[in-house]
């Protein structure tokens, strides 16, 4: 009887422990969930010296996130966009407005992201729709200045169990592009990055894009670091393909100071272009979010053709009541036969409060005869973007 008894106090206490731990995991999975509502109004002009009429978008982005808590380290997110024509006086690609300049905002209803994460074991992977932004996003990443962000169907994996290190690891079966179209390709990532101090990281990366026609490699290391009061940014990488010989290399060094209330910062990127029996091929980044550099302009969104580009800019940044402002300077030369192919002039003014945003943003493309025989004309961009989160 005290056998029975005692296994029944022993059942009773196991039953009452798990209903706890379960009621306590539930409680804490509804209180760890969120649902984020943001909104994002553009207007957005594009004036270029050709024959088409200048185009001027007003668009909203409206997005839904659900991010859930986690249960056995499981958790899943959700995000759905609605980007909307408020006018139509542009040619997105898709509305058949070609008499005007191009605004890349095509309007859409789709899921961003749905993916499903794991985290346990230092290590965190996602599989699903996911937003990929590795380093400075110059290679990979997502161009979350357009209002359809480019994401990719993908299984990540994160890991951080050796100490100061971060390994990701990704393959990609599909791109859904800021164009509003899925592309097709086998996409693999390898990323790791090593914090050599707290003043000095280190990062190796290769990249892989298998597009059905041709299968590209991007290998590459990169370097972010301080000496004194000056911060740094080192990155050299090569590009090869299976059809061709050529290896273009691409480099990028910058260093920034800051003088007073002002950060300064000048730099030098180099999409480099390799000769192969007089056919030359130029560095390429196809899954970067190449909007953030090369100007704002998106003249050269996707470099200057076969003979490669070279920046050399400048940044000043600072902040005056609180009000953000960004200038820059770029100015532009063909690696191949250096020809002169413009400058450019950028400004962004910006401010926040509390969960609401508003900026301004212009960029100034001044041509030249070699860019406008490549037709790169004088550009005029203006954007004024208001945001909101609930």
Do not use: C
Not at 124 to 135: A, H, S
């Amino acid at each position: 009887m005290k056998k029975t008894l005692l296994s029944t106090v022993i059942s009773a206490l196991a039953l009452t422990t798990a209903s706890g731990v379960q009621a306590q995991t539930l409680d804490q999975f509804v209180k760890d969930t969120s649902i984020d509502i943001n909104f994002r109004y553009r207007v957005e002009s594009s004036d270029v010296d050709n024959d088409k009429d200048a185009a001027l978008a007003n668009t909203l982005k409206s997005r839904l996130t659900l991010q859930t808590g986690e249960i056995a380290g499981l958790s899943v997110l959700v995000e759905g966009d609605n980007v909307l024509h408020i006018t139509d006086d542009f040619n997105d690609g898709e509305n058949g407005n070609t008499q005007y300049n191009k605004v890349a905002d095509q309007e859409t209803t789709q899921l961003n992201q749905a993916y499903l994460q794991y985290n346990g074991f230092d290590t965190t992977v996602k599989l699903g729709n996911q937003r990929i932004n590795l380093d400075n996003q110059r290679h990979v990443g997502g161009v979350a200045f357009r209002q359809d962000e480019a994401t990719f169907d993908a299984l990540v994996v994160q890991n951080k169990s050796m100490d100061d290190t971060t390994i990701t690891l990704g393959v990609a079966n599909n791109r859904n592009k800021i164009t509003n179209e899925n592309t097709e390709e086998d996409i693999a990532i390898v990323n790791v990055k090593y914090q050599v101090n707290p003043d000095l990281a280190t990062t190796g990366f290769l990249y892989q894009l298998d597009n059905g026609t041709s299968v590209g490699q991007t290998l590459g290391v990169r370097a972010v670091g301080k000496a004194a009061d000056v911060s740094y940014e080192a990155e050299l990488a090569r590009q090869t393909n299976d059809l061709t010989d050529h290896a273009p290399l691409y480099l990028h060094l910058s260093a920034s100071k800051k003088l007073g209330t002002v950060n300064t910062k000048v730099g030098y990127e180099r999409l480099g272009s390799d000769d192969d029996e007089g056919v030359n091929l130029a560095f390429g980044t196809p899954l970067g979010t190449n909007h953030k550099f090369l100007g704002w302009s998106d003249v050269y969104l996707t470099g200057a053709g076969e003979n490669g580009i070279q920046d050399l800019y400048l940044n000043a940044a600072t902040k005056v009541s609180g009000v953000k402002i960004v200038g820059q300077l770029h100015k532009f030369d063909a690696v191949e036969g250096g020809a002169d192919l413009g400058s450019e002039i950028g400004l962004l003014v910006a401010k926040k409060i509390q969960n609401y945003g508003v900026s301004l943003k212009l960029a100034q493309f001044l041509a030249t005869d070699e860019s406008e025989a490549m037709d790169k004309k004088d550009t005029t961009k203006v954007w004024l973007t208001g945001t909101a989160k609930f």
